[in-house]
């Protein structure tokens, strides 16, 4: 039997999920059309979520406030295993030149929890703290592939959201994509995510399954030596990750 969830504290959740999620400020009839929320009882949340500065209004539209980032910096100062994923990322990209990620799997999604630009980047997206569905990225293949086929149908939505025509939006072709990473030992998705963007993910098995996983983003045109040289320098640089992490006594 699953834990009955209390109203109010899971619609406050959903209406901070949806502003997250949106690239601009909602008004309150968008609101309640994304969540289906009653008017009188979203209006009513909305003012104390604004008077308790989680959420900001101009204007007549919503968008999330300063407190929601306290929070979100707390969790990734709180987290024990960051600080080594991190001095990873930092001698993975000065190894192999190219922006890397270190990301944890939320349910269908991947969460980035610190990423290491590329030293000539010129134009710099925003990654820590952004979610992007797990089936897309190669970040999320390698952490699908950590579970069963049957775990991976439970787990992703029905209908899996296209993102360029490269996507995989098949659940067939997906678990076949996934056994193939089991074999390899590493996940490699090209131009699926971002037109021109290449990505290998390899899961820090520091738990089990694993949860996190590092990932490089490179030009899609790179040809295979190149990605092979990466590929194996993001192997050993992910297993000395999670032999440490191990050591460490971070579970």
Same mark, same amino acid.
């Given at each position: 039997?699953?834990?009955?969830? @209390?109203?109010?504290?899971?619609? $406050? @959740?959903?209406?901070? &999920?949806?502003?997250?999620? *949106?690239? &601009?400020?909602? $008004?309150? *009839?968008?609101?309640?059309?994304? $969540?289906?929320?009653?008017?009188?009882?979203?209006?009513?949340?909305?003012? $104390?979520?604004? &008077?308790?500065?989680?959420? &900001?209004t101009d204007s007549g539209a919503f968008g999330i406030g300063p407190h929601a980032l306290l929070t979100g910096t707390a969790y990734l100062d709180k987290d024990p295993a960051l600080p080594f994923a991190q001095q990873a990322l930092e001698d993975l990209r000065d190894e192999i030149g190219h922006t890397v990620h270190f990301a944890r799997r939320d349910e269908a999604h991947v969460l980035y929890l610190a990423t290491r630009e590329s030293r000539d980047a010129h134009h710099v997206i925003p990654r820590v703290g952004r979610r992007l569905p797990a089936h897309v990225t190669a970040l999320g293949q390698a952490l699908l592939a950590q579970l069963t086929d049957d775990e991976v149908a439970a787990v992703l939505p029905r209908s899996l959201e296209a993102m360029t025509e490269h996507t995989i939006t098949d659940l067939v072709k997906l678990t076949e994509e996934l056994d193939q990473v089991r074999t390899r030992g590493w996940a490699h998705e090209r131009e699926q995510g971002t037109p021109g963007v290449a990505c290998v993910a390899v899961a820090v098995d520091y738990r089990i399954p694993a949860t996190d996983a590092i990932s490089c983003s490179m030009p899609a045109e790179l040809g295979p030596a190149h990605v092979e040289r990466i590929t194996q320098a993001m192997i050993t640089h992910t297993r000395r990750l999670a032999a440490t992490l191990r050591r460490e006594g971070i579970r």
């Open positions: 039997m699953e834990p009955q969830l @209390v109203k109010s504290a899971e619609r $406050t @959740v959903r209406i901070l &999920e949806a502003l997250a999620a *949106s690239p &601009e400020a909602l $008004t309150l *009839s968008q609101l309640q059309q994304r $969540t289906g929320f009653p008017r009188s009882s979203l209006h009513a949340l909305m003012r $104390t979520l604004v &008077e308790l500065k989680w959420v &900001e």
